[in-house]
């Protein structure tokens, strides 16, 4: 396994995959006519928005700003990310292998990582020591060997590549929503909001999303219920329906990321036609306030297609109906 480097902003953000791809990408898997249909889309009317962030809080080398309008045309997108229930039957019809088992590993954050594995693990070199790589991590065994998702059937898979999510895409007949469609749902309705639900992170003392609580990365006090994952329906949902936009795993979007926002169109962007990353929206159980408060509906951050850890997932959209 080869240990990686991060780049030199820290953050909870999953890292990237190394490694040469070990066999040709993107693989691509055919709609049979036996696939079920895709429930659980929200049909939302589209429109303009002010999307991204000036927050002083924020990242702006990330691209976070500058605010803009954007309008999108009307489009559905599931109210949850994909399950480890939804994608086993993925597995099940066609045999799919995601990327992190064709490597042979993948990302863990440490303190989820049985303590004899954390001795075998390959640490990431750089200001990010906290994810391990775990020789047999896959979203069938999200901690590696010993861990299974029998009892996480409604939890968000994860260990899932961009390249991954498309070929499930592509099977149920649905695709991944690009950045502006994903923020426009995210947002719920709420202009310039630093969460999905207002301003207060935690208001009148109740938690709205899964993220970090106590001293990251070595103390998790779980106040809000969950070290790792939680259920894709936990907490409420916004005011579109769509639940926990904020935290729990990063979610890949359609566009390939760019930093310069500014010269992208103000009607259903697609961004950049050229770029080595994708845009991943939405932060995770892993963003803490104090450290990396990607959790905000503005915030963004990027991974190569073929790279996969325990905090990425993703939620997906399809035309009008």
Excluded at 54 to 60: K, L
Excluded at 62 to 71: A, I, K, L, N, Q
Excluded at 253 to 267: E, G, I, K, Q, V
Aim: with cysteine; charged share 20%; proline share 10%.
């Amino acid at each position: 396994m080869t240990v990686m480097s991060t780049d030199e902003t820290p953050h909870c953000c999953a890292p990237t995959r190394p490694d040469a791809h070990p066999e040709p990408a993107p693989r691509r898997v055919a709609a049979g006519p036996g696939r079920p249909r895709f429930g659980g889309l929200v049909a939302l009317p589209g429109g303009t928005f002010r999307m991204g962030t000036d927050d002083p809080d924020g990242f702006p080398d990330d691209g976070e700003g500058p605010v803009r309008e954007v309008t999108v045309a009307p489009y559905r997108i599931s109210a949850t990310t994909v399950t480890n229930a939804q994608f086993a039957a993925f597995v099940r019809e066609t045999g799919f292998r995601t990327d992190a088992e064709r490597y042979g590993w993948s990302f863990v954050f440490h303190l989820l990582v049985p303590p004899a594995l954390r001795r075998s693990g390959t640490p990431v070199a750089g200001p990010a020591p906290w994810w391990l790589g775990i020789a047999g991590a896959s979203w069938q065994a999200p901690e590696g060997p010993g861990s299974d998702v029998s009892q996480r059937s409604n939890h968000p898979v994860v260990h899932v590549s961009y390249d991954d999510a498309v070929a499930y895409c592509e099977w149920a007949g649905v695709r991944l929503p690009t950045e502006a469609e994903w923020e426009y749902a995210a947002r719920g309705g709420l202009d310039q909001a630093r969460f999905p639900w207002g301003e207060e992170l935690t208001p009148r003392g109740q938690h709205r999303c899964n993220v970090w609580q106590g001293t990251f990365p070595t103390h998790n006090t779980e106040a809000d219920g969950y070290l790792g994952t939680a259920p894709v329906k936990s907490f409420r949902p916004n005011a579109f329906g769509l639940y926990n936009v904020s935290g729990n795993v990063w979610e890949w979007c359609a566009d390939r990321f760019t930093a310069d926002r500014t010269t992208l169109p103000d009607h259903d962007p697609i961004g950049p036609a050229e770029g080595a990353t994708r845009v991943i929206k939405g932060g995770s159980y892993l963003c803490h306030d104090s450290y990396c408060n990607r959790y905000r509906v503005g915030a963004r951050s990027n991974n190569t297609p073929d790279s996969s850890t325990g905090n990425m997932g993703f939620r997906v959209a399809a035309g009008p109906a």
